[in-house]
């Protein structure tokens, strides 16, 4: 990559968009979030898969603290602390909620503020350790629900959907992470240059 400026140094390597966003080798190796069998069963597969989304997520908000309130473009609020806050709405939502039956009220957004997890996700240290806590919370619970779920029919009632099964869920919330995750490999980049899968 050629820099901008005329007498400074090339970067010697190339940025590669391919790349693990681990940077170093013996940390690229431990990482296992695409280890998953192509031919394991459906539900090894689904929870397998959802659990590397999560992970990308947590790797690409690592080693950050006020910056993970920045936004990224005006006049979107879009951040990674209110990524980490709108995941733990939706695996609240969805497994707790829905398909556990539990009052369970999203932690950062309602009906009177339905943008609060992005709106709300400002530098401050308190509001970045209960997004943290609140995330892995409600990714605990969710991991624990699938585990002792006879199986994957196993349905919940959706305001929305309607009656959804846990088979459902899994995909959304595979989708939801790696939509949610794309927008993650933007919001890195802009804060520290950081590329990578």
């Given at each position: 990559?050629?820099?901008?400026?005329?007498?400074?140094?090339?970067?010697?390597?190339?940025?590669?968009?391919?790349?693990?966003?681990?940077?170093?080798?013996?940390?690229?190796?431990?990482?296992?979030?695409?280890?998953?069998?192509?031919?394991?069963?459906?539900?090894?597969?689904?929870?397998?898969?959802?659990?590397?989304?999560?992970?990308?997520?947590?790797?690409?908000?690592?080693?950050?603290?006020?910056?993970?309130?920045?936004?990224?473009?005006?006049?979107?609020?879009?951040?990674?602390?209110?990524?980490?806050?709108?995941?733990?709405?939706?695996?609240?939502?969805?497994?707790?909620?829905?398909?556990?039956?539990?009052?369970?009220?999203?932690?950062?957004?309602?009906?009177?503020?339905?943008?609060?997890?992005?709106?709300?996700?400002?530098?401050?240290?308190?509001?970045?350790?209960?997004?943290?806590?609140?995330?892995?919370?409600?990714?605990?619970?969710?991991?624990?629900?699938?585990?002792?779920?006879?199986?994957?029919?196993?349905?919940?009632?959706?305001?929305?959907?309607?009656?959804?099964?846990?088979?459902w869920v899994l995909i959304h919330m595979i989708?939801?992470?790696?939509?949610?995750?794309?927008?993650?490999?933007?919001?890195?980049?802009?804060i520290d240059g950081a590329i990578g899968v």
């Amino acid at each position: 990559m050629t820099s901008p400026h005329p007498h400074s140094h090339p970067d010697p390597r190339p940025r590669r968009r391919a790349e693990l966003f681990v940077a170093q080798e013996a940390a690229a190796e431990e990482d296992r979030r695409f280890t998953t069998s192509a031919t394991a069963d459906e539900r090894s597969m689904l929870v397998d898969i959802l659990g590397a989304q999560r992970a990308t997520l947590e790797m690409k908000c690592a080693g950050l603290d006020a910056e993970l309130a920045r936004r990224s473009v005006e006049p979107s609020t879009l951040s990674l602390l209110g990524l980490l806050r709108h995941l733990a709405d939706m695996e609240r939502r969805w497994f707790r909620r829905v398909l556990a039956r539990q009052d369970a009220p999203a932690l950062f957004s309602s009906e009177a503020n339905p943008d609060g997890d992005f709106d709300g996700a400002v530098a401050d240290p308190a509001v970045i350790a209960e997004a943290w806590d609140a995330w892995r919370g409600e990714v605990a619970f969710s991991e624990g629900f699938v585990a002792e779920a006879p199986g994957l029919d196993v349905t919940g009632e959706d305001s929305w959907r309607g009656p959804v099964s846990l088979r459902w869920v899994l995909i959304h919330m595979i989708e939801e992470y790696a939509r949610h995750n794309g927008h993650a490999d933007l919001l890195r980049e802009r804060i520290d240059g950081a590329i990578g899968v």
